[in-house]
């Protein structure tokens, strides 16, 4: 089995920087492809940024140039680095990861979520 734990989420002032963090652990071989997300109320889960094994990133319109999406492969942590935020990114933000276990199969986890409130 994988799993994925958020970290990071929290209150931040409109402009202030805030990171999210993933750790995936259990039966992985590789990570094809990680995910943020993100959910208002009511509202569909929307895709924020994406991140492949071969480095290609990309992003919604929204967060462009504000948002960055990293990982350290080596401790299979993937992170969404949040800077210049403002008020309509408050939301619960949700990781995701697709890959390969070691033990045969995919797998397509998600985390429990963070909340991001940004103030103005």
């Known amino acids: 089995q994988v799993r994925l734990v958020e970290s990071g989420g929290g209150l931040v002032q409109a402009g202030e920087p805030l990171r999210l963090s993933c750790a995936a652990s259990?039966?992985?071989?590789?990570?094809?492809?990680m995910n943020w997300y993100r959910q208002l109320p009511e509202k569909q889960r929307e895709l924020v940024a994406t991140?492949?094994?071969?480095?290609?990133?990309n992003y919604a319109d929204s967060v462009k140039g504000r948002f960055t999406i990293s990982r350290d492969n080596a401790e299979n942590t993937f992170y969404l680095q949040m800077n210049i935020l403002k008020p309509e990114d408050t939301a619960v933000y949700y990781c995701?990861?697709?890959?390969?276990?070691?033990?045969?199969?995919?797998?397509?986890?998600w985390g429990q979520g963070t909340q991001v409130t940004v103030s103005s």
């Open positions: 991140l492949t094994r071969d480095g290609s990133t």
């Open positions: 259990g039966t992985i071989f590789s990570i094809s492809t």
């Open positions: 995701n990861a697709q890959g390969v276990r070691s033990v045969g199969g995919l797998f397509n986890p």
